[in-house]
């Protein structure tokens, strides 16, 4: 079993940036692809960006050039940079890990709030 915890989540300016992580424990985390994902009030739950076990990454078109994710398997942590910020960009944020290797075994944390506002 896979724990994750998430932090870094707040109220922000239009224009601002926060840095999410998410620490890992009770698995050997180089093995998960870890993503983001997130979900707003009414609307689906919709993936942000992941980043492989072997370090490819993928963003949301939404985010691109915006938000960065990276990852430190030394400290067993996932970040999010996310710049620039909108306030459509106001939602929970969810981190992810994924061994696509092994059918279930992927977890969720339980979600930061980020807010985008004046």
């Known amino acids: 079993q896979v724990q994750l915890v998430e932090s870094g989540g707040g109220l922000v300016q239009p224009g601002g940036s926060l840095r999410l992580s998410c620490a890992a424990s009770g698995g050997v985390f180089a093995i998960y692809a870890m993503s983001w994902y997130r979900q707003a009030p009414g609307k689906q739950r919709e993936l942000v960006a992941t980043?492989?076990?072997?370090?490819?990454?993928n963003y949301a078109d939404s985010v691109k050039g915006r938000f960065t994710i990276s990852r430190d398997n030394a400290k067993n942590t996932v970040h999010l940079q996310m710049n620039s910020l909108k306030p459509e960009d106001t939602a929970v944020y969810y981190c992810h890990a994924d061994n696509y290797r092994t059918i279930g075994d992927n977890y969720w944390g339980q979600g930061t709030q980020v807010t985008v506002s004046s």
């Open positions: 980043i492989t076990d072997t370090l490819n990454t």
